[in-house]
């Protein structure tokens, strides 16, 4: 909350009505409600002056400052620690605001809550983020349209008694009552411009009647100005009056004043001009920064006077968005094209150079602020453009993709017009915003994006430029998306030799390698696979800087997961262990990168055996993702496929089907009913039909499923080898054992041509089709392949395994699909 202002007067009739208002006894879910009125009014301080007077009746009073929207979330996630949830730093800003809000929903662990959304213009965006329980909403606003939302009350200027009261209070024996009433009559009654006026008059000790006889005189000037009816004339008078003193005091003031009117509203960092005396350009404002004695004198100057607020305890100072307005307005045409021009320069010189450092990310969330209020996405100097798109790439490795998507759309319809759509810096936006669509699973426009883009930077910067290479990257990611695994290949190992033949481009080359070696376990060559990710692994242990976390968590992750698919399931579980409290430390336990790190070790433990483990790891990763994601998105399906096989695994058949079900549905949504990953979540939903009873059923889901992979990967693909194992035991179950040999005995010679010898799928076939030759008459040759099977499990799974027992036990065994991310 904002420090309680002592010098709040008046407004008791508004206080009662607004309490009253706000808290019927019988409401269950209180209604919001909107203190509206024109800017200046004084709604903020009476929202301030109710959570002061009534803070007893709450358990949480949280302050939202609302007036840039895409700000709002992270001041909700803010409120993470209060609620005893995890932070949004580690967290991410996304999940954190779903966190807080269904917090506040479901009245847990407060029911008594305050949430007031200060400076909330747009109720479209605003209402999405208000929160609908037990606790109590106050809005302020200038916006009537508010009106159409929720109920409001009107804020009107003060009483003329009121004026006089807050004039005298502030003032005390410095001003008569008539001078009192003479300067409330000449501002307007406005609180702000009042505040303003008693500030001045109380700081320069000027004449009650000098200082109304110098706001007469100006008032001509301010009417040219042609001000909107939201900013009246009386106020802009008193700000004038403030800047024309500083004037003619401290000229160096007034100039980082008018800087900082290009700003956004929003606290702007000291460093800011501190880092910036090397970029400024108009001479006045360079000398000022040049200077650390002249600037910190003129930011003395402004908060003396009121016209800046400095925070020292998060060395920010913040100029009000009135005051702002004025002065840009009374800025000459050139000079505020010239002074908006620092601004970005300023921006861009304070931008940290390692998006992908978590310890970084709180300075550019304060940088952010000012992108759009300040015209940033308008400029066309190359730093500052590398600026814009530096903080889109803040807010994708952040896990911030929506906000990211709403700035690169503006970025693009913008820079294609001030420059050309084939302009460099268009070309790039285009990339961050396809990767921004992968990882929202929208497959579809990221392929539509993607495959546009690279052909343009092939006929606009070459083949082998590096942007072009990162294009190609981005599309291969986009292929794999499509389900498209060797052609996805294909472009990698391409990308992966073109990158060979560049100089300095070591770091470019081995996130190249990462993605050929995911394309590789996606067509079952799990041993190249390991080859390159360990490859890539190591070169990323030992780099020093230029590899971000989240990039070589991905990497570990891979190579876990690929080390399982080879059937080292122990030494996958320990990869993957490490891998997960490596990002736990490093980007926080609730990133999406972390979260698909739990995700494989989850199934990782349930591979090695450790079933209860894998079960609460699993419904855990799945929670988060919900949180994060929603049920429609393919993280969040993985994650329920792996929570159903771990369900399964331990018994729980009935839950197991119905999150399989639910997980189903959203797949043809999202990929596509041809799509590989498609056709393999029928194989546990087979898996699950059998178990539960009916095999008939369940042959019937296998063979369309082996149909489909068939026809989009090939029969030797490991999900088109794992469907057809588990057919061969639909067709056991229903007794045709000479099928389900003559199945069995094709799969095995695949697998052993295809595969290693003693890889799992290969244990699992040899397992199964034992028992079909018993059932068939070949004892023998039952009994000789089930003895070596036997030995190999002992060897790669381990005498206690809960499916080497099975096979002691005279059991069949099958096989499940758990997606990887792609």
């Not at 992270?74 to 409120?79: D, E, I, Q, V, W």
């Not at 008594?112 to 329980?133: C, M, Q, T």
């Not at 929208?442 to 546009?452: G, K, V």
């Amino acid at each position: 909350m904002p420090k309680r202002n002592p010098n709040f007067t008046g407004r008791a009739q508004l206080l009662v009505a607004l309490r009253r208002s706000i808290s019927p006894v019988t409401a269950v879910v209180a209604q919001p409600w909107a203190l509206q009125g024109l800017g200046g009014v004084g709604k903020t301080q009476l929202a301030v002056e109710y959570a002061w007077q009534y803070r007893t009746h709450y358990d949480l009073v949280w302050w939202v400052s609302a007036d840039q929207p895409m700000l709002v979330p992270s001041s909700l996630a803010a409120m993470a620690t209060a609620l005893g949830l995890p932070p949004a730093t580690v967290t991410g800003v996304e999940q954190a605001t779903q966190s807080v809000l269904h917090a506040l929903q479901s009245g847990v662990p407060y029911r008594s809550w305050l949430v007031i959304f200060d400076n909330a213009e747009d109720p479209e965006f605003i209402k999405d983020f208000i929160p609908r329980g037990p606790g109590h909403v106050i809005i302020t606003s200038r916006n009537s349209r508010w009106s159409d939302h929720e109920a409001t009350i009107q804020v009107d200027v003060f009483t003329r008694e009121e004026s006089m009261a807050f004039l005298r209070k502030r003032l005390a024996s410095a001003i008569t009552e008539a001078e009192a009433n003479e300067v409330a009559e000449v501002l307007g009654d406005l609180p702000l411009a009042l505040e303003q006026a008693a500030a001045l008059l109380a700081r320069t000790l000027m004449p009650v009647d000098e200082y109304v006889g110098l706001v007469k005189q100006r008032t001509g000037d301010v009417l040219n100005l042609e001000k909107s009816p939201t900013y009246p004339q009386s106020m802009t008078a008193a700000w004038q009056v403030s800047v024309s003193q500083l004037e003619d005091r401290v000229p160096d003031a007034v100039e980082v004043l008018r800087c900082c009117a290009f700003f956004g509203p929003e606290p702007i960092p000291r460093d800011v001009f501190r880092r910036g005396n090397q970029v400024a350009l108009r001479k006045k404002l360079k000398e000022v920064l040049s200077d650390p004695i002249k600037l910190t004198s003129a930011l003395s100057s402004l908060e003396r006077l009121a016209l800046v607020k400095v925070e020292p305890s998060t060395r920010t100072l913040q100029v009000h968005r009135l005051n702002q307005a004025l002065l840009r307005d009374e800025t000459p045409a050139g000079e505020r094209d010239e002074l908006r021009h620092e601004v970005h320069l300023l921006l861009a010189s304070s931008m940290p150079l390692d998006t992908d450092d978590p310890s970084k990310w709180p300075q550019f969330e304060e940088l952010a602020a000012h992108l759009e209020p300040s015209g940033v996405i308008a400029c066309d100097h190359p730093s500052v453009r590398r600026f814009a798109l530096d903080l889109v790439r803040y807010l994708y490795v952040r896990g911030s993709y929506r906000q990211a998507e709403a700035l690169l759309d503006q970025y693009i319809k913008t820079w294609a017009v001030r420059s050309d759509p084939r302009h460099r810096d268009v070309l790039i936006a285009r990339i961050h915003l396809g990767n921004i669509y992968r990882s929202l699973a929208r497959y579809a426009e990221a392929y539509a994006i993607d495959s546009e883009t690279l052909d343009l930077m092939r006929e606009a910067l070459g083949p082998e430029s590096p942007d072009t290479l990162w294009a190609r990257s981005s599309y291969g990611a986009t292929l794999r998306a499509r389900g498209e695994f060797l052609r996805a290949r294909e472009v990698d190992e391409e990308t992966v030799r073109i990158y060979g033949k560049l100089s300095g481009a070591e770091d470019e080359s081995i996130r190249a390698l990462n993605n050929l070696g995911v394309d590789y376990a996606l067509t079952s060559d799990y041993e190249k696979a390991k080859e390159l990710l360990r490859e890539n692994y190591n070169y990323m242990s030992s780099k020093k800087e230029g590899i971000g976390r989240r990039a070589f968590l991905t990497t570990w992750t891979n190579l876990g997961r690929t080390v399982r698919l080879s059937s080292q399931l122990q030494v996958a579980t320990d990869i993957a262990e490490e891998a997960l409290g490596y990002g736990t430390a490093q980007i926080g336990d609730d990133h999406p990168t972390t979260l698909l790190a739990a995700k494989d070790f989850g199934i990782s433990l349930r591979r090695s055996g450790r079933v209860s483990e894998a079960l609460e790891r699993m419904r855990d990763t799945h929670t988060r993702l919900v949180r994060v994601y929603g049920d429609v998105h393919a993280d969040t399906m993985a994650a329920a496929i792996g929570l159903s096989n771990a369900l399964r695994t331990n018994g729980e058949l009935e839950e197991a089907m119905g999150i399989a079900k639910r997980a189903l549905e959203h797949y043809p949504y999202v990929f596509g009913d041809d799509h590989p990953f498609t056709h393999a979540a029928n194989i546990n939903l087979a898996l699950l039909t059998r178990l539960t009873g009916d095999a008939v059923k369940a042959r019937e889901i296998s063979e369309r499923a082996l149909d489909g992979l068939t026809e989009r990967l090939g029969r030797d693909h490991d999900y088109t080898v794992s469907c057809a194992i588990n057919l061969q035991n639909d067709l056991a179950a229903l007794g045709l054992h000479g099928e389900a040999r003559r199945l069995g005995e094709e799969n095995y010679r695949r697998i052993q041509t295809f595969f290693h010898p003693d890889h799992y799928l290969s244990l699992v076939c040899a397992a199964n089709l034992s028992m079909d030759l018993r059932a068939t008459g070949a004892v023998t040759q039952a009994d000789r392949l089930l003895q070596e099977t036997t030995q190999k499990m002992d060897a790669v799974l381990g005498r206690e395994h809960p499916e080497s027992l099975s096979v002691l036990a005279g059991e069949r065994l099958d096989c499940d699909f758990d997606p990887p991310p792609i």
